[in-house]
């Protein structure tokens, strides 16, 4: 008897029958977008930390087994002069072939292949050292080595990702602006539909803030249903292509995967899309009542 | 009390619809608070287009519509739901929300005014009591009889004590003990200090309670007062003496009821 319903008889409309399912296909296309955003993003910042700060110093294979040796010791102990160094050690054979696995395959030994001797070298932390002045005096002590601080490839890595990241928050603001124009096409008709009620509403002493009110409860709700149902139908999807990359990561990628903060993020989604919509609804029917008196 | 001493005032007003001839021509009156005048003439006479004009509903094409000292064509628009706040509407066609129950069709003038929800119940529902729809407070509109959907309607229009009640053909749906019921409520309304004025094709209703008349014919208005002092305070005791006597007993506890609600 004292339930409270809307004002309007918004049950009827055929035209909001659909809003929340077009609504779902697009939280379901922001979702990916969205997480796909947050996952080059979060891998990008650990490739960054992960390589800033650490150098490879690369020997080219000499004559015979004992220059080699030679040369690397000689490398060895200039960087146990550098006071910025904090630690440095040689690849093993065992390991470089472990690393090229994934191209080469497995069954080969270190003695198939000429391999460089690799070393790695991890600066102090908070400690700059000019790479190249460096390079420079490694190179006129040791000739034919190479330092490699992975600058240029990090950099192309991290451009790339930010220009994925830029389609991306493209495709978020289409998504966005789409939702937006659909709220505001629903918006248009239902007042078209209702224009006898809610002259009764304001007859009576309906402000027009008040319909305003109406029409954006009604769509605040149909934008959590959707944005509810677009989270559902996101969910496997994302959980399919996280295994599916976990797999690839094994070997060839660094990790990726969503954080914690990333997922609240998610899941904060279908309640932004239901603020977006109910705020589009109110600023919709306050124009178009100030239009049409 | 206004300033001006009345709730309505009309000045020279004019309206058409589109390029049509004039409806109502140079209609020019003033409703005194706490005044009760029945609005009569011929069907297409303009009695609905009148009341339209007084509760806001049109513009008029020219002339000055004072309603409760708000000039209308001056009031911003901000304004206007306080002021239709003020009026009370019993619409011919009743035009209630169909999809809402009864209870909820006559809450909706205090729940668009911000009223408590506790203060709405109980005043719901000791209204739809005395309207005789107690046991119909769930009912949707479609499922009731004509007459119950004008008491719903005439409930909607006084439910928040309006200060002007406008009521077209409010009891051409009932029976006469009905009528006389909806017509006793009205009164008391009146004499609780809300100014009334009811559109009506009953001229049987008109001679018995020989209260103030509002004449339309051809888009002109004409006044005149059948008992000469400006209403008849005894026109519902007489008539309720000359009801049945089956129905007495049900006026007297109506009586009490709807003094009890106002």
């Known amino acids: 008897m004292f339930s409270r319903r809307s004002d309007l008889p918004f049950d009827k409309d055929d035209h909001s029958r659909f ?18 955003m947050l996952v080059l993003e979060a891998t990008a910042t650990k490739w960054d930390q992960g390589v800033t700060g650490t150098l490879s110093i690369q020997i080219k294979p000499g004559k015979d087994e004992r220059e080699d040796k030679y040369r690397q010791d000689e490398v060895l102990r200039f960087l146990d002069t550098i006071p910025e160094i904090g630690h440095f050690s040689p690849l093993s054979g065992d390991k470089m072939l472990l690393l090229l696995e994934p191209w080469l395959g497995s069954g080969l030994s270190a003695e198939d292949l000429p391999l460089p001797l690799l070393i790695d070298v991890e600066l102090k932390p908070d400690a700059y050292l000019d790479v190249n002045v460096f390079r420079k005096r490694l190179a006129a002590r ?152 | 009390m206004s300033p001006s001493g009345s709730i309505v005032r009309f000045e020279n007003v004019g309206l058409r619809y589109g390029i049509g001839p004039e409806v109502l021509q140079d209609i020019s009156f003033s409703l005194s608070p706490g005044s009760f005048h029945f609005l009569v003439g011929e069907s297409g006479a303009g009695k609905s287009s009148l009341l339209k004009l007084m509760y806001l509903a049109l513009t008029p094409t020219r002339g000055l519509i004072n309603l409760f000292d708000h000039d209308i064509a001056t009031t911003p628009r901000r304004q206007m739901p306080e002021l239709r706040r003020r009026v009370g509407v019993v619409f011919q066609e009743f035009r209630l929300m169909n999809h809402l129950s009864t209870f909820d069709n006559v809450a909706l003038p205090l729940r668009i005014a911000g009223i408590r929800e506790s203060d709405v119940q109980k005043h719901v529902i000791e209204l739809l009591a005395w309207v005789g729809l107690q046991d119909h407070m769930d009912a949707r509109p479609p499922t009731l009889s004509g007459g119950q959907q004008q008491r719903v309607s005439i409930a909607r229009a006084v439910i928040a004590h309006p200060k002007l009640l406008l009521a077209d053909e409010p009891t051409g749906n009932v029976d006469d003990a009905m009528a006389y019921r909806l017509m006793h409520l009205f009164e008391e309304l009146n004499r609780l200090g809300t100014t009334i004025v009811i559109a009506t094709h009953n001229q049987q209703l008109v001679e018995r309670l020989g209260l103030p008349c509002m004449k339309l014919d051809k888009g002109q208005l004409s006044m005149f007062d059948p008992s000469g002092d400006g209403r008849s305070a005894t026109a519902l005791a007489q008539m309720s003496q000359s009801t049945k006597k089956g129905t007495a007993k049900t006026e007297t506890t109506a009586k009490s009821g709807i003094e009890n609600y106002l």
């Open chain 1, 19 to 36: 809003l929340p399912w077009l609504i779902a296909f697009m939280v379901f296309l922001a979702m990916l977008a969205l997480s796909g």
């Open chain 1, 142 to 293: 040791i000739p034919g080595v190479e330092v490699d601080d992975h600058r240029v490839w990090l950099e192309r890595f991290v451009n790339l990702i930010r220009s994925i990241e830029a389609v991306a928050t493209a495709v978020l603001v289409f998504i966005g602006l789409a939702t937006v124009g659909t709220v505001i096409f629903t918006t248009r008709t239902g007042l078209a539909i209702h224009r006898g009620a809610i002259e009764v509403l304001h007859l009576i002493g309906a402000r027009d803030s008040y319909i305003a009110g109406q029409f954006a409860a009604r769509a605040g709700n149909l934008g959590i249903r959707g944005g509810l149902i677009g989270l559902g139908l996101s969910l496997p999807t994302l959980y399919v292509i996280g295994n599916m990359a976990k797999k690839m990561e094994e070997n060839m990628l660094p990790e990726m995967s969503l954080e914690p903060q990333h997922w609240m993020v998610i899941a904060a989604l279908p309640l932004l899309v239901s603020l977006i919509a109910r705020f589009t609804a109110h600023i919709t029917v306050i124009r178009m009542l100030h239009k049409m008196s």
